[in-house]
């Protein structure tokens, strides 16, 4: 299955401020997801990554708040803006890894914003 | 909208079995996925169906209904080491992509 790099693993930031998380998978893949992940709750899709074209943003979440880029086919950022203490939460990058394989997820960002 | 039901949390004893459901009923399937998450880890893979019956992994058996939109999992042989949240998840065949239901939180007692 894939492996997934993700960075930072966590971060203390300041309110206002927006921080971008990596995710470098050592395979080749056409679609990366973002996930996030709410003290004590479920994950939640933010969006799609598709390299070359825009990401596909799920209901509740936009662009300007989450800006993700795909640059090629094994990386993928995404950056969460003018942060608030509600962006507090783990934030998880995924990859299919084939029919009946799962999905493998990156170690995960833990933001606490201040 | 899509809603992926699973109840809240479980309590077990260890050496026992326990079951774990799931329904669904989204606008599109393509295969149902159960993931273990340890807390403070990333989800890991268990198991995956797209077809009905059940699926067996080691002490982990996966059954899947498509048409009553119902799945479980079921944990045979509890280990301490089983506590942990089981999400659900369902491919909806759309871009790939798949969601979750809310995770079941699994307690196992000595």
């Known amino acids: 299955s894939a492996v997934i790099s993700q960075k930072p693993s966590r971060d203390i930031c300041q309110r206002g401020t927006s921080l971008t998380i990596q995710c470098q998978v050592d395979s080749q893949v056409t679609m990366m997801f973002w996930y996030r992940q709410q003290p004590g709750q479920s994950l939640t899709l933010i969006a799609t990554?598709?390299?070359?074209?825009?990401?596909?943003?799920e209901s509740g979440f936009v662009i300007d708040k989450f800006p993700i880029s795909r640059p090629n086919l094994t990386f993928s950022t995404l950056t969460v803006s003018n942060l608030s203490p509600e962006d507090s939460s783990i934030y998880l990058c995924?990859?299919?890894?084939?029919?009946?394989?799962?999905?493998?997820f990156g170690s995960g960002t833990r933001l606490t914003v201040v | 909208g899509q809603n992926i039901d699973q109840p809240t949390e479980m309590t077990a004893t260890e050496g026992a079995i326990v079951q774990i459901n799931c329904t669904y009923q989204t606008s599109g399937f393509n295969g149902l996925f159960w993931y273990q998450q340890h807390a403070g880890e990333a989800p890991t893979f268990l198991s995956y169906n797209v077809l009905d019956g059940l699926e067996e992994k080691g002490r982990f058996s996966s059954f899947l209904s498509r048409s009553k939109g119902y799945s479980y999992l079921l944990l045979k042989e509890l280990q301490m080491k089983d506590s942990a949240s089981y999400l659900c998840?369902?491919?909806?065949?759309?871009?790939?992509?798949?969601?979750f239901g809310k995770g079941t939180r699994l307690h196992i007692l000595p």
């Open positions: 995924s990859v299919a890894d084939g029919a009946g394989y799962g999905y493998t």
């Open positions: 990554a598709n390299q070359g074209s825009e990401a596909t943003y």
């Open positions: 998840a369902v491919n909806m065949n759309r871009d790939d992509k798949i969601i």
